[in-house]
């Protein structure tokens, strides 16, 4: 392959100088911005004049270039000179998927997968959590994002999630970064009540005569097919689980969301108490009655959304309560949101059919299992200490997720040839202690300081970048056939 920096735009093949095709683009005044493999990635280069901050060179042509950096002033240019890298809300789109990239470099395998399908896709999605987990911040997941997107010159539009945001500091912070859509999780403000006696919510409720006679009066309509009734136990339940999340969604809403871009999701899925269809009725109708806006919002499902494996639960018991949670969404005009679906293949039919194809789905993890599973298939010696690492500090990263592994059902990496270790990624144990254990195989130092695996995982991912897009395709893409039902 020819040095990129011999490369003529609008003369040369783009492939013999490693340069991308679709990523070839003019500004409006005529400077050419491409992107090109270089032996520190894939790197944004541009005419001089452009303004991109970098190492400059001259080109083949004897115009002066430059290899952008891969800094956040440089993904604000890029933004403002082609607005289709940049986010917009999208959520109100029929079907959406978000695809979290813990790495900054799954996005153009997302996109080949979506670029088969009728569906928009969140590529820039990340929690505060994430962040710390994966040493980055708002503003690199968005520059990976956008960058990926010049590259593959898509243009159909893309959002950005500040993903589980608990206080107003994370929303405003997600918000001035660009981000175009605020999933807010009111976990803390949720109190979980399975273990309370009825003496107990009896003596916790706070009569409320407004409440009690507008839903203890009668079954609500919900739709032609779905009524909600309450009882005096429910109504106490919904007041006493959901009613301090409510107002505090409904102070975000008025003070940091309104008037404002952003898609707002409500996320009440971060808790033990399943989310009953009354219950979601209530919260629903309280949002409304405060004149907070949504357009989408996670209930916590029957069943368990556990990391990076299959749904564990009963389906029937799901399709009914998700039937009822769809058309309650239905009617207040916004869209359910299925949080933890990666690899949740048992109930995407459903979702897709009961949601009437409306609805909106978080991946995350499953796309650093893939990067994961390629490392066991390229280099074996070192996906063996990186397993080994995982199960040393599974107990730790324990803290962060919610797991049933059961580490004993792993084989055992000595009973395992080389050609073996990719399998792996079909058992449910070792998926979850893979899994939940990146920011800590990411983040791992040895005793002088440098980085354990870190730098030696994204040499081989930059190597067999092709081989990464090919596998993400295929599991993105099974994804989204499950949900679309093949349209």
Not at 275 to 298: C, D, Q, S
Request: proline share 4%; net charge negative.
């Amino acid at each position: 392959m020819k040095d990129f920096r011999s490369y003529i735009p609008g003369i040369s093949d783009p492939a013999e100088f490693g340069v991308f095709e679709r990523s070839v683009h003019k500004t409006e005044k005529g400077e050419y911005v491409f992107t090109a493999r270089t032996g520190k990635g894939d790197r944004i280069v541009a005419e001089r004049s452009a303004g991109f901050k970098g190492e400059g060179f001259t080109g083949a042509d004897g115009k002066e270039y430059v290899l952008a950096e891969n800094c956040h002033e440089n993904g604000e240019l890029l933004r403002k000179l082609f607005p289709f890298t940049a986010p917009s809300p999208i959520l109100s789109k029929q079907r959406t998927v978000g695809t979290g990239d813990r790495l900054g470099i799954a996005t153009p395998g997302h996109l080949r997968a979506f670029s088969r399908f009728d569906v928009y896709p969140v590529l820039a999605q990340q929690s505060v959590r994430e962040l710390n987990l994966t040493e980055r911040d708002f503003e690199n997941v968005l520059d990976c994002a956008s960058r990926a997107v010049f590259r593959e010159d898509y243009t159909r539009g893309w959002g950005a999630d500040g993903d589980h945001l608990k206080t107003p500091e994370e929303v405003e912070y997600a918000i001035s970064c660009g981000y175009t859509m605020i999933t807010l999780d009111c976990s803390a403000y949720i109190k979980n009540v399975s273990a309370m006696t009825d003496q107990e919510l009896e003596a916790e409720y706070i009569p409320n005569e407004m409440l009690e006679n507008e839903y203890l009066t009668g079954p609500v309509k919900v739709s032609d097919a779905l009524t909600v009734e309450m009882d005096m136990k429910t109504l106490m339940q919904a007041v006493i689980i959901y009613g301090k999340a409510i107002d505090f969604a409904a102070k975000i809403w008025r003070e940091h969301i309104k008037g404002r871009p952003v898609d707002f999701e409500i996320s009440i899925d971060e808790t033990d108490t399943p989310t009953v269809p009354a219950h979601h009725y209530f919260v629903a109708n309280e949002l409304t009655k405060r004149g907070v806006k949504i357009t989408t919002m996670a209930p916590r499902f029957c069943g368990e959304f556990q990391k990076g494996i299959d749904y564990i639960g009963d389906l029937d018991q799901f399709r009914a309560e998700m039937k009822k949670h769809a058309a309650i969404a239905d009617a207040f005009g916004y869209k359910i949101s299925v949080h933890s679906g990666s690899d949740k293949f048992s109930v995407f039919p459903s979702v897709g059919e009961l949601t009437g194809q409306h609805f909106h789905l978080k991946t995350a993890g499953t796309s650093w299992l893939e990067a994961m599973k390629l490392v066991a298939m390229k280099d074996p010696a070192l996906y063996r200490q990186i397993h080994g690492f995982a199960l040393e500090n599974f107990t730790k990263a324990t803290a962060y997720y919610h797991v049933t592994t059961d580490l004993s059902k792993i084989p055992a990496l000595e009973t395992l040839s080389d050609a073996e270790l990719p399998a792996l990624f079909e058992n449910s144990d070792a998926r979850q202690l893979i899994h939940i254990t990146y920011g800590l195989i990411l983040t791992a130092r040895n005793v002088d300081g440098s980085l354990r695996f870190k730098d030696r995982l994204y040499d081989l991912w930059n190597t067999y970048e092709e081989d990464y897009a090919a596998l993400l395709d295929a599991h993105i893409g099974r994804h989204l056939e499950m949900l679309c039902g093949g349209r």
